[in-house]
Each structure stands twice: as C-alpha cells, then as structure tokens.
C-alpha cells in the first residue's frame, strides 16, 4: 500500500476554496488519503496527458452551505516506491 504525501499548501488551497469549513477539508483530506493509498491500483491508470509521470484524481465535495466543489489533484507516483505526492490541485464549483 502506499503512502501519500500532502504537502501544506495542497491543504491550504483546499481549505480556502472550501472556504475554511473546517469539517469539510478533514473530510475531503481522510477520503482523499483512503481512496488513494487503498484502491491506487485503480485510479493510477488515468495518467496525466502532459505528463505521463502523474496521473489525476477527481474528487467532488458537498461543503456546508450545499455547494458542490470539483478538484482535480495531479499526483505523482514516480518519485519512489511506495510513496505518491500530491503535486498539483485545481478547482471548480459544480
């Protein structure tokens, strides 16, 4: 299994887009790292197009106010074995 790396400022951005709804960016980080670390072998393989040493993960957020958030996280597996950093975020409501 491995491990993913959430570098700061991801969960700043994260945060801010989600407005600093506290319970919303713990939830976002918790299925982002579960999803990631435990099912990698099925989302790795939507490599990015630019660069084929990331792929992408969607993930869509319902926020407190019942606002929809898409964000596309770039990810990158090929730094070592075992380990994905989170290299990349972007955002969009809906």
Known sequence: MPFLKIPPEISA???GYLRGQREVVVNALTVL??????????????????????????LRILDLDYNWHTFLFVIDDSLASGYLLISGLSHKLG
């Open 13 to 15: 951005a994260l945060g």
């Open 33 to 58: 790292r579960d999803r990631l670390e435990n099912n990698y072998d099925t989302y790795k393989s939507d490599r990015n197009k630019e660069d084929n040493r990331y792929f992408n993960y969607r």
